[in-house]
């Protein structure tokens, strides 16, 4: 089964700075998907951005970027030029191929402050 | 990407009844996924539900406690029956991404439940 990990206590980033947020995972499929989502404080889950696991490239969307490090296993999200709208939950999730269900880390904890 | 109706956005509800959540999807989907997070949680998936069939539990979830209906391609419910304290959680409906493996899957708004 799948494991995704995400270690690190609430942050305090100051606006307009960049931040890295860790997740690492377990698995032994070759083909899976990654993702982060972010959840602010109104509970949605909003889609950030993802990264499959034979794209050479790694995945950007605008302010968001991963830092896909494949053999070590590694899928950290930056996120550039903090804005305060961006205080929420983060989480890092995968997908096995041929598998529909999401696993998600416990989550990292943002909040800009200006 | 789809574009998820959930409700109700919040309830509070009394110990030993039960609520029911809607999720209409605004395109057609195979799969519609229910997910529990509980306060200060990530978010576990209760079951996967399919047009037609019995949803699939997953471990930990069972019918009677969580049963779904799935009667069309757009739509789904998840009951929460008989609560208590402990079911105080937000409840999420999702539904996959276009284009296989690739934009996310999309989530509803969420269902804040507390149970007193």
């Known amino acids: 089964a799948q494991k995704i990990t995400q270690t690190q206590p609430g942050m305090f980033v100051q606006e307009k700075e960049a931040v890295t947020l860790d997740c690492t995972y377990d698995t032994s499929d070759q083909s899976y998907g990654l993702f982060w989502y972010k959840q602010p404080s109104s509970g949605e889950m909003i889609f950030l951005i993802y990264q499959g696991s034979y794209d050479e490239q790694n995945a950007t969307e605008g302010r968001y970027s991963l830092n896909f490090q494949k053999a070590r296993k590694s899928a950290n999200l930056v996120i550039s030029a903090s804005q305060l709208g961006d205080s929420a939950m983060y989480f890092c999730?995968?997908?096995?191929?041929?598998?529909?269900?999401?696993?998600f880390g416990k989550g990292n904890q943002v909040v800009v402050i200006p | 990407s789809a574009v998820i109706s959930q409700k109700p956005s919040r309830d509070i509800c009394q110990r030993g009844t039960s609520l029911t959540i809607q999720c209409q999807v605004d395109s057609q989907v195979t799969m519609m996924f229910w997910y529990r997070q509980q306060p200060g949680q990530s978010l576990t998936l209760i079951a996967t539900?399919?047009?037609?069939?019995?949803?699939?539990?997953e471990s930990g979830f069972v019918i009677d406690k969580f049963p779904i209906s799935r009667p069309n391609l757009t739509f789904s419910t998840l009951t929460v029956s008989n609560m208590s304290p402990e079911d105080s959680s937000i409840y999420l409906c999702?539904?996959?991404?276009?284009?296989?493996?690739?934009?996310?899957?999309?989530f509803g708004s969420g269902t804040r439940l507390t149970v007193v």
């Open positions: 999730a995968m997908r096995i191929y041929g598998n529909n269900r999401l696993a």
């Open positions: 999702s539904v996959e991404g276009k284009g296989y493996l690739s934009y996310g899957y999309t």
């Open positions: 539900a399919n047009q037609g069939s019995e949803a699939t539990y």
